[in-house]
């Protein structure tokens, strides 16, 4: 079964810093990959995400991820830090091989908290 | 385009009562899910609908029931509330395919006394 690894629950950078969020998926075929932000109090929304094509993903906020395959990995990315990106963040992945069956179905990391101090 | 819409905000209820907790959603999509999230465990889903009168399991389903008469609302049921069940829920849709972003509502907030 898949699965999704976000190392570390809490990560805190100071504003300006880089911001490094990381995921490993586990499954032999390369899923679909996601990163979804949840800001205090509000549901999730899509920050980026890899399909096919280009490795590097570019999103919104300043944010891009880099999808290798040889590492299963897919981590987060921000040159800089800003106070307005301290949330929750999540990385999800869904099934590239199952278009019968649980279309569509997300596999959630269990997030990493993000915090920027002034 | 209110996009996904849940009802209600925040509900407090008593163990063994039931509720309903409404989703809907205004972008003609056919998929839909319903979460819960509880602290560092991240999204587990609940049931899931690939269109109207089609529902299945997801991940946790026990304590909970759903249904689909349309496309735009997936009401997510729960019968005899357990203190187990105290969480939050988010109901989700998407356009189509595994490769497509999910549009997530702004949650309901349910604790079970």
């Known amino acids: 079964a898949q699965s999704v690894t976000q190392l570390g629950s809490h990560v805190s950078v100071s504003e300006g810093a880089l911001v490094l969020l990381r995921c490993n998926y586990s499954?032999?075929?390369?899923?679909?990959l996601f990163w979804y932000v949840q800001y205090p109090n509000q549901g999730l929304q899509l920050l980026l995400k890899?399909?096919?094509?280009?490795?590097l993903v570019k999103g919104i906020n300043g944010f891009e991820a880099e999808f290798k395959k040889s590492e299963t990995s897919f981590h987060l990315t921000k040159p800089s830090a800003h106070m307005s990106d301290a949330a929750e963040y999540f990385c999800?992945?869904?099934?590239?091989?199952?278009?019968?069956?649980?279309?569509?179905?997300?596999?959630f990391g269990k997030g990493t908290k993000l915090s920027v101090k002034p | 385009n209110a996009g996904v819409t849940q009802t209600p905000k925040f509900r407090i209820l008593k163990i063994g009562q039931s509720m309903t907790l409404q989703c809907t959603q205004d972008?003609?999509?056919?998929?839909m899910y319903w979460y819960r999230q509880d602290p560092g465990m991240g999204l587990k889903l609940i049931y899931y609908?690939?269109?109207?009168?089609?529902?299945d399991k997801g991940e946790v389903p026990n304590g909970y029931n759903v249904s689909r008469s349309t496309t735009e609302d997936f009401p997510l049921r729960l019968e005899l509330a357990a203190p187990s069940q105290t969480s939050v829920y988010f109901c989700?849709?998407?356009?189509?395919?595994?490769?497509?972003?999910?549009?997530f509502g702004p949650g309901t907030r349910l604790t079970v006394l």
């Open positions: 999800a992945v869904s099934d590239r091989s199952n278009y019968g069956g649980s279309q569509g179905n997300l596999i």
């Open positions: 609908s690939v269109g109207a009168g089609i529902t």
């Open positions: 499954s032999s075929v390369p899923p679909y």
């Open positions: 989700a849709s998407n356009g189509g395919g595994p490769d497509n972003e999910q549009f």
């Open positions: 972008m003609n999509h056919n998929y």
């Open positions: 890899y399909t096919t094509g280009a490795t």
